[in-house]
């Protein structure tokens, strides 16, 4: 279900997406509201961060960079 570690960004960048993702301003809220393009392109990104969510919530957290070598 997940894809290949070496497919996603590093766990930093992970971590900026998946908590960011939900302080979206206000102004973006209506812009979304009212733009198709926007919203559609949003619900994409939306399952990428849940996607990322579930990969950092399978991570250990004091190996930061062993994380990438790791196999199912
Ligand atoms: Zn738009």
């Known amino acids: 279900m997940l894809k290949r570690a070496g497919a996603l960004p590093c766990r930093k960048v ?3 997406l998946a908590t960011e993702f939900d ?3 206000q102004s973006v809220e ?3 509201a009212l733009c198709p393009n926007c919203r559609a ?3 994409s990104l ?4 849940i996607l990322y969510r579930r990969w ?3 991570l250990p957290t004091e190996s930061s960079n062993q ?3 790791h196999t199912d």
């Open 67 to 69: 994380w990438k070598h």
């Open 14 to 16: 992970i971590t900026y």
């Open 41 to 43: 392109y949003f619900d």
């Open 56 to 58: 950092l919530a399978q």
């Open 30 to 32: 209506r812009h979304l």
């Open 23 to 25: 302080k979206r301003t």
């Open 46 to 49: 939306r399952k990428t961060v």
